[in-house]
């Protein structure tokens, strides 16, 4: 039995992570903790947690915990993360991983040091989409990659304070509406839902960065931003997120060119259609992709040995390198290089 803890025990927590949890039979949901004292209770009702507390400290000072899920706001994330290793627990915390890349690589560091289990959930490595797309990168089949196109519209305003949220917005507690703070959110539209879309490219590609320039509508607020990314293949990626879009609903397009063949992306719900040279187009549905267990399923897996971390802290250092390249970027109006990311192994 893997006895989980939760801090930042809010809204998107209580729509993603929490409904897993509570019902794996391997997990007992054991205490929640948040600053606010009704929603901390009205969760901890819903879910059918015991324990509920108001500092961290506190939970991790007397609730006995195997691992904790860290969904706090982002420029909370190292020091939380950073206590809840230090007190013997495994972490499976919200993206992005952190603001700054010295924090990113500081707790990666940690969590080796600790022999703790450290997961970042971005989207992209739980997405039968990109998934069946990184089996076909890695296999080969798409040759050596060339050029990487995502592009992403949607309406997010209501989360970042904006505009009025809709009255049927999932989740159990409504949000805190942190992310319209800058500071707390460590930025706009592209360090929050943009983090997935720079994971989707380094992710799926497997390739490192070499340099990347933006352009923003604000800076650091920005709620549309457009990356230009060279990879140290000499590939290129471009990104352009739109998170104002008047359309209904989300559009994401995307495209992976390679020497033997394209991938183009189409969602949602995703489809993807499968161009080698020579062949008749293939089209591929989701219900035609293996499905990924979901960040807390799989976290828990790892946890009891049972399987490998999809998306390990180590890992993630390179998309905090990216998204923080290209707020410099954009501030600067310069193409900003990006030093080769991550940490040494341990041992």
Known sequence: M???????????????????????????????CRRSPEPLARLAEHFGVPETYTGLD???GHARLDAVLVCSPHNLHHAHASVCLAAGCHVLMEKPMTIATADAVDLAARADAAGKLLEIAYNPPWWPHTLWLKERVEAGELG??????????????????????????????PPTMFRGDVEANGGGHLIDGGSHQVCEALWVTGLPLRDVS?????????????LQMTFTNGAFGSISSIGD??????QVWGMYLGSRATALVRGMPFEITWLAAGQPPVVVTEKDMPAPPQPANSFVDAVLGRAGLRCPGRDCVRYVQAVEAAYESARTGRRVAVEPGGIPAPG
Do not use: C, T
Not at 9 to 22: I, K
Not at 245 to 250: A, D, F
């Open 214 to 226: 933006a352009s923003m509508d604000a800076v650091p607020d920005d709620i549309r931003f457009a």
């Open 2 to 32: 893997v006895r989980v803890g939760v801090v930042g025990a809010g809204w998107f927590a209580s729509r993603r992570h929490l409904p897993e949890l509570a019902k794996h039979p391997e997990v007992e949901l054991a205490a929640l």
């Open 144 to 173: 050596e990659v060339e050029a990487v196109d995502i592009r992403w519209s949607g309406d997010i305003r209501g989360v970042f304070g904006r505009q009025p949220l809709p009255e049927n917005l999932p989740g159990v507690v």
């Open 58 to 60: 506190d939970m991790l």
């Open 245 to 250: 879009s008047g359309y209904p609903g989300r």
